[in-house]
């Protein structure tokens, strides 16, 4: 906690390009430690369907949250919905966990079987992860196939990219934006296109 005040004074600091504390200064820092304090209480209410969600939580805007599973949140996660809503379900026997220190802007996630995100993953706008295809292609009536999604950490999703079925995204690969992932994913690789394919491999 202590470490956030002081890095949220630093930001401030550098946003007024100021090199030492004013009084100025710490009337406004306390105004934004009011609106922190107001933004946890709403983020609170906003996840209340979840079954666990953990320290520091912060929303811009009002996620849409259905829960007919289990659905668990970490620690220090950012829950945008300022470009597009960011949509979490857990559907009937799905389990959707999100670890720590996570950054999802606008995108939508949905678990019927497994989806588990690590730690330090940025997700860009409109993006989909879906475990499940739903639907059946031969009959629209039946229940399509489901199959889990693991994406480990500091791992990046770009904007409307698409994150398939049983796919498993290894740590520090980047998803360009629009993909659409098909197959897994190795450690390091930046991948693109539809279906997404390796470009190259991180340094």
């Not at 996620?63 to 659905?71: A, E, R, V, Y």
């Not at 059946?136 to 398939?164: F, P, Q, Y």
């Not at 296109?193 to 340094?203: N, Y």
Request: charged share 20%; glycine share 10%; hydrophobic share 40%.
């Amino acid at each position: 906690m202590k470490d956030l005040l002081i890095r949220e004074l630093n930001k401030m600091m550098k946003e007024r390009q100021l090199s030492r504390k004013t009084i100025g200064l710490l009337i406004q820092f306390s105004f934004r430690l009011l609106g922190l304090a107001i933004n946890l209480v709403m983020t609170r209410i906003y996840l209340r369907k979840c079954n666990k969600v953990g320290k520091m939580i912060f929303t811009k805007g009002r996620p849409q949250i259905t829960n007919k599973g289990t659905l668990i949140i970490g620690n220090y996660n950012s829950i945008w919905s300022k470009i597009s809503n960011t949509r979490l379900s857990a559907h009937s026997g799905g389990y959707l966990e999100i670890g720590n220190h996570n950054y999802i802007n606008g995108a939508f996630i949905s678990a019927s079987c497994k989806v588990v995100l690590g730690n330090n993953i940025k997700i860009g706008p409109q993006t989909m992860i879906m475990d499940s295809d739903f639907h059946d292609t031969s009959d629209h009536n039946k229940e399509g196939l489901s199959m889990e999604i693991i994406i480990e950490d500091d791992v990046w999703l770009g904007a409307r990219c698409t994150i398939l079925k049983g796919v498993h995204i290894g740590k520090g690969a980047v998803v360009a934006v629009g993909a659409i992932v098909t197959k897994d994913v190795p450690a390091n690789a930046i991948v693109g296109g539809i279906p997404a394919k390796i470009i190259k491999m991180k340094e």
